[in-house]
């Protein structure tokens, strides 16, 4: 009897960890975009707010030394689902990065919010944190969070430089969510 009853309970528990297991399955988003920062120009979506003085002489925005160490911008960057500035807005990339490394690399710590404005995740928003090391062909930031249907959300950003003009970058990204439930 004894051994019955514990042969009974083996099989519950084995039973419960395989739903638990199956339930813990998520759905993962898959979202595929393109970011627009432009940090020059008269119509600039990144503005350079804080940072070591440009140069003794005062040179304008295009010139490299704004991406010192040290370098603070706020973002409000298109997001569009084609490379073409003109395709459809998805939604806009606003917050802030830096200019991260003392070395010869451009690496930047990122803090942003990909808002969507259209589409099945109008109102919906997905938060990414972390360092991007922008001179590497493909680059890996974590998600950490996000709103509407991926509230709590976490999974991982990857991006690729599209196409660059000076310092106005087209960047892909391609995010996996896998949502909070």
Request: aromatic fraction near 10%; charge should be neutral; hydrophobic fraction near 40%.
């Amino acid at each position: 009897m004894a051994y019955t009853s514990k042969l009974l309970c083996f099989v519950l528990v084995a039973f419960l960890v395989a739903s638990a297991s199956e339930a813990r399955k998520r759905n993962q988003t898959h979202i595929q975009f393109y970011m627009h920062d432009t940090p020059g120009g008269p119509n600039a979506s990144a503005v350079r707010v804080a940072g070591q003085p440009i140069n003794a002489t005062g040179s304008n925005n295009t010139d490299a030394s704004m991406f010192g160490f040290g370098s603070i911008y706020v973002m409000d960057n298109s997001l569009t689902a084609t490379p073409d500035i003109n395709s459809t807005l998805i939604g806009r990339a606003q917050g802030l990065y830096a200019m991260a490394s003392q070395e010869n690399e451009l690496s930047l710590h990122m803090t942003l919010t990909y808002n969507f404005v259209s589409g099945i995740y109008n109102g919906s928003s997905v938060s990414v944190v972390g360092r991007n090391p922008a001179m590497n062909e493909v680059r890996e930031m974590p998600v950490v969070g996000g709103t509407g249907v991926f509230r709590l959300a976490r999974g991982f950003a990857l991006a690729k430089t599209h196409s660059m003009n000076q310092w106005d970058a087209i960047i892909g990204y391609n995010v996996t969510i896998i949502p909070y439930y």
